[in-house]
């Protein structure tokens, strides 16, 4: 979507739709001279009930050609005391959605009602920008519902805020096409393709073997039951900054469960196990293409987790990178491993922090539904960085506790751990197995599990890949 600020009259601009935004119980106070010239249908419309200014509602207004624009949506952004910066992203994706789904591919968007309540119209814009997706890849029809133009009428200068948002916004939808496409082009030699597609970034790929010599038989353990080669990818973005930090990004390109095989039903979208890996791709892309100054090591310990003759088995003992055993109670709780490996490969790096971002447990999604991402690490400060990320952005996290008891959970009887401590726990204890392999390193673990994938439409999100982390990501590191 092509974004233009203009400062022009909104009844001059020529458009496929204008855009209103409206509060509830106010009326249209900031366009009066908007409504007079549509013979005042706006105000009749309101005061016969079918529109009340709540948040996302919408109502569509054929203009005649009283005015230069074609049509007005309103589209109600709640009561004046009660909206936000995450209103006005969902309004801007509420209208976005509406609008292509009718096929309008030129809008424009009047900022006066926006500027009274002294918030910025690119949290509009942003969530239009992120309505705007879908993911066409393999569908035969060309029947492209997608908004082309956008024009902010403003004086502000917004500039670099759309740069950046647009930025954010672009790596984000990167990072839903990735996750979206099926395990069968959706390998980790792909993800190899992917992470080279990226500019002004090294990549280096360590091959089974290598990673043999490494000592890698956590991750290699994921990887034995299927005929796609692991690839485990390195890759560095230096910025002006010279401490790196490390950004783990969970690959499991396909996770069928391995020899502790999945129920079937649902199994189709364990493709998007490997969504951590593709919030990383999109944030090395946008911090790439924008310059940040951020020093960046992703790592992405890719493979698929198929069951097989040759796949491990629950009981098996395994080796890490740095030489910790553990017993594999479960081939299901596979991220671990493959993540387990990762961090300890990061520390290399002697990195400022590490933070690993992973699907890693349905039971985050029990814990929180599809709204929360799940957070633990060993540095409160770091964490407080990443709450306040979350707050702009809206990919909301929750600290949750680290006790030493936990460790008791992940005991096993013959090594030093087990992969696995029950259903009890089972969110936390996944993030008590990562922080052994932290250490005294800075260290957040994202567990994405509930969030990296929505099976409805939400305002600004469709149904599918959400691209989370993305923007959460590029928000603590703009910030730092």
């Not at 403003?154 to 670099?160: G, W, Y």
């Not at 949750?400 to 013959?414: A, G, R, V």
């Not at 090594?415 to 089972?426: P, V, Y």
């Amino acid at each position: 979507m092509k974004i233009i600020i203009q400062n022009k009259k909104e009844t001059d601009l020529s458009c496929d739709a204008l855009i209103l935004p409206l509060l509830e119980g106010e009326g249209t106070t900031s366009y009066k001279d908007i409504n007079r010239s549509l013979n005042n249908i706006p105000d009749k419309i309101i005061s016969a009930g079918e529109f009340t200014g709540k948040p996302n509602e919408v109502c569509l207004v054929h203009t005649e050609g009283m005015i230069k624009p074609d049509r007005v949506l309103l589209i109600g952004l709640g009561k004046r005391n009660e909206v936000t910066v995450e209103k006005l992203r969902q309004a801007g994706g509420k209208a976005a959605s509406y609008l292509s789904g009718l096929k309008i591919k030129d809008i424009a968007l009047s900022t006066k009602t926006i500027s009274s309540l002294k918030l910025t119209p690119v949290a509009f814009v942003e969530g239009a920008l992120l309505a705007n997706y879908s993911f066409r890849k393999y569908k035969s029809e060309e029947n492209h519902k997608e908004i082309k133009k956008i024009t902010v009428l403003t004086n502000e200068k917004l500039d670099k805020q759309i740069k950046w948002t647009e930025a954010a916004v672009n790596a984000a939808h990167f990072a839903r096409d990735l996750v979206n496409s099926p395990s069968n082009d959706m390998t980790p030699s792909t993800l190899v393709k992917a992470a080279r597609s990226l500019k002004n970034v090294s990549v280096k790929v360590i091959e089974k073997s290598e990673a043999e010599r490494l000592g890698m038989g956590a991750y290699l353990s994921v990887a034995k039951g299927s005929n796609e080669p692991p690839k485990f990818i390195v890759i560095t973005y230096k910025g002006k900054n010279t401490t790196p930090v490390a950004l783990v990004g969970k690959a499991i390109t396909f996770d069928s469960g391995g020899i502790s095989i999945k129920p079937s039903e649902g199994m189709e979208k364990m493709k998007y196990d490997m969504a951590g890996s593709a919030a990383v791709l999109g944030v090395l892309k946008a911090a790439s293409e924008m310059k940040m100054p951020a020093h960046i090591i992703g790592i992405l310990p890719a493979a698929e987790n198929l069951p097989s003759g040759t796949a491990s088995k629950p009981g098996d003992v395994v080796k890490t990178i740095s030489g910790k055993t553990i017993e594999i109670i479960s081939t299901d709780a596979e991220g671990r491993l493959a993540v387990a490996d990762a961090i300890e490969y990061a520390k290399r790096f002697k990195p400022s922090a590490i933070i690993d971002i992973a699907t890693l447990t349905g039971a985050c999604s029990i814990a929180f539904g599809n709204e929360t991402v799940a957070m633990m690490g060993n540095d409160e400060a770091l964490m407080e960085k990443m709450k306040k990320a979350s707050e702009e952005t809206y990919e909301r996290v929750w600290p949750m506790p680290l006790f030493d008891e936990y460790k008791d959970y992940i005991k096993s009887d013959i090594a030093d751990l087990k992969n696995a401590g029950g259903r009890s726990g089972g969110l936390i204890t996944a993030g008590y197995f990562l922080k052994e392999f932290a250490g005294d390193t800075p260290w957040i673990h994202l567990d994405i599990a509930g969030t990296a994938w929505t099976d409805k439409d939400r305002p600004y999100i469709p149904k599918g890949a959400t691209g989370i982390g993305v923007r959460l990501l590029l928000e603590f590191f703009r910030t730092a």
